[in-house]
């Protein structure tokens, strides 16, 4: 079992940048590939990034390749999501994700934990 909790998002003018943090806890962290997801309203969920158990190998959504970087620590049970040049269309709730394989990660139903989200506004 584990537990996501996300921190980390806020209001931030277009252009800037924002850090997201996900803390986790249970035992088994550092055996699932790590995530994110974002969902803005009235769209679907869709996938952000992830990242392998051991942070050796990273996927992204083809739109967003250049401005967000994700990374984890391990000893610190957290992954990070670095998000840069933000843009308005960037407005989101922010999931936290743990999954079992990072080849699949960008499909919804191969995800087994989420965490509850962070709003991230982007505005002037």
């Known amino acids: 079992q584990v537990q996501l909790v996300e921190s980390g998002g806020g209001l931030v003018q277009p252009g800037g940048s924002l850090r997201l943090s996900c803390a986790a806890s249970?035992?088994?962290?550092?055996?699932?590939?790590m995530g994110w997801f974002r969902q803005a309203p009235g769209k679907e969920r869709e996938f952000v990034a992830a990242?392998?158990?051991?942070?050796?190998?990273?996927k992204y959504a083809d739109s967003l390749k250049g401005r967000f970087t994700i990374s984890r620590d391990n000893a610190k049970n957290t992954v990070y999501l670095h998000m840069n040049s933000l843009k308005p269309e960037d407005t989101a709730v922010y999931y936290c994700?743990?999954?079992?394989?990072?080849?699949?990660?960008?499909?919804?139903?191969?995800?087994?934990?989420w965490g509850l989200g962070t709003q991230v506004t982007v505005s002037s």
């Open positions: 990242i392998s158990w051991l942070g050796r190998a990273t």
């Open positions: 994700s743990a999954g079992p394989n990072l080849n699949s990660y960008d499909r919804i139903e191969h995800i087994d934990y």
């Open positions: 249970g035992r088994t962290f550092s055996a699932y590939a």
